[in-house]
């Protein structure tokens, strides 16, 4: 049980610095980030990278911000949490979630641009 309490405060930790540091374009960032945990592959570019590492650990980075998970149980326990948190009982999957905040971004962006227009 501490182990996983551990496990949650560092995957909360590391998603938190991705909200401090990717500011509103985060969603994208923590969308890109689940599917490297979430899928288990190797990805280079785009809003995050990942990779396996040579002890059976999996490194997920996303900007300056990096996590490395130890097995792939700890990488599919991110992903589960990463539902959690941000889908709830509010989306259906972490696409709907992406999908709403993306559908935000476009609305502010369209509003200030009217606001200046």
């Known amino acids: 049980m501490r182990d996983l309490i551990a496990s949650m405060e560092k995957f909360d930790a590391w998603l938190d610095q991705i909200h401090d540091r ?60 990463m539902v959690r948190r941000y889908c709830g009982d509010r989306y259906p999957d972490m696409r709907a979630w992406e999908d709403q905040r993306h559908s935000w971004y476009v609305e502010d962006l369209h509003d200030w641009s009217n606001d200046i227009g």
């Not at 979430?38 to 990805?43: M, N, R, Y």
């Open 22 to 81: 990717e500011g509103r374009f985060d969603y994208r960032a923590i969308y890109s980030a689940y599917l490297d945990a979430a899928g288990g592959h190797e990805s280079k570019g785009g809003e995050s990278s990942a990779r396996r590492l040579d002890d059976g650990g999996f490194e997920i980075r996303v900007g300056r911000e990096t996590i490395v998970l130890a097995d792939d149980a700890e990488r599919e326990a991110l992903a589960a949490h």
